[in-house]
């Protein structure tokens, strides 16, 4: 009597990375249903885009698609657990940055889009700082034990810095390929010292209607006010980050101080399995996949 025994599949029948997230999409069917309206209006978006030689729009559209596979991603290689709403905000996020944003010009039509989109990026990137710690645990070298005042401070802080890398990205790409990431905006009044006689000393100017830009070749440029080059919209950009981390933070200190009763913070800060719980559903899988064994003959 013969007995075929199964063996622990080598790590190289493991899915590829784009089908193990493809598969932990579609392990909520909500938020699987959301990937799929989503998918095909980008997609639409992309063709309508290709027919109107938009070749910016098709590249965003692109990118679109990519990054709706940022939560399985994060889950995948993190080795943590997205909510069905984390992960459908997280979308929509994506979708409402890159295709209304950009494809459908949403932060020049409507003036709070931006401003709404970075403080939902501080809101989200809290969350995960939350998660950080734990994910840091994991290290049988280091081991943090923060009260709930710190956990959030980290929080707030791991997401105001994603804000800052963000802004750098905006800086150097306009400096690189002289786009315009960086909004100007014009003010009528700036005090500034390069004006006085010893450079230094601040001189305010007041009710500026008009500013003159003279090129070498003669070209000129009139604009209402004094042009500020980026800065203004990008403290603007930080400190709404900074509203909506702090409002999670806020959040989340609440609920880890009174035993995990918030919903909201529940709904969205990422979970972290235990080392177990990691061990056994890293033997469940290749079972699953492999099948049943074969009867005794």
């Given amino acids: 009597m ?12 493991r899915p590829n990375l784009f089908r193990r997230m493809f598969r932990k999409i ?19 978006v992309i063709v309508v885009s290709a027919i109107q ?31 069905a709403a984390l992960e459908i905000i997280t979308m929509l ?3 409402a940055a890159e295709i209304l944003g950009e494809v459908g010009r949403y932060y020049t039509r409507f003036p709070f889009w931006d401003n709404l989109l970075h403080c939902l990026n501080g809101f989200l990137f809290a969350a995960f700082g939350f998660a950080l ?33 963000w802004e750098f990205i905006e800086f150097f790409t306009d ?11 014009f003010h009528t009044l700036i ?24 090129t070498a070749d003669g070209q000129s440029y009139t604009v209402n006010g004094y042009l500020d080059i980026g800065l203004f919209d990008t403290m603007k950009d930080l400190m709404v980050d900074f509203i909506g981390a702090f409002l999670f933070s806020v959040i989340g200190y609440f609920h880890l101080k009174f035993s995990g009763r918030s919903r909201i913070a529940k709904a969205l800060i990422p979970e972290v399995p235990s080392v177990e719980e990691h061990g056994t559903s890293e033997q469940t899988e290749p079972q699953a996949q492999e099948g049943t064994a074969e009867q005794p003959k």
């Fill in 53 to 83: 030689q938009n070749w910016s729009g098709c590249f965003n559209g692109v990118l679109t698609l990519l990054l709706f596979f940022l939560p399985a991603f994060l889950e995948d290689k993190l080795n943590i657990r997205l909510s």
């Fill in 133 to 165: 710690v734990e994910i840091c645990n994991r290290s049988k070298k280091i081991t943090f034990q923060l009260s709930p005042f710190f956990l959030a401070l980290v929080a707030c802080c791991f997401s105001l810095s994603i804000g800052v890398f």
């Fill in 175 to 185: 400096l690189l390929t002289r786009s315009d990431m960086q909004k100007d905006t």
């Fill in 93 to 95: 996020f994506v979708f």
């Fill in 2 to 13: 013969k007995h075929k025994t199964h063996t622990a599949p080598a790590k190289a029948d």
């Fill in 191 to 214: 005090s500034s010292g390069k004006f006085s006689a010893d450079g230094q000393t601040p001189i305010i100017i007041r009710n500026i209607t008009e500013t003159v830009i003279t």
């Fill in 26 to 44: 579609r392990e909520n069917q909500i938020a699987f249903a959301v990937y799929c309206v989503l998918c095909l209006i980008t997609i639409a």
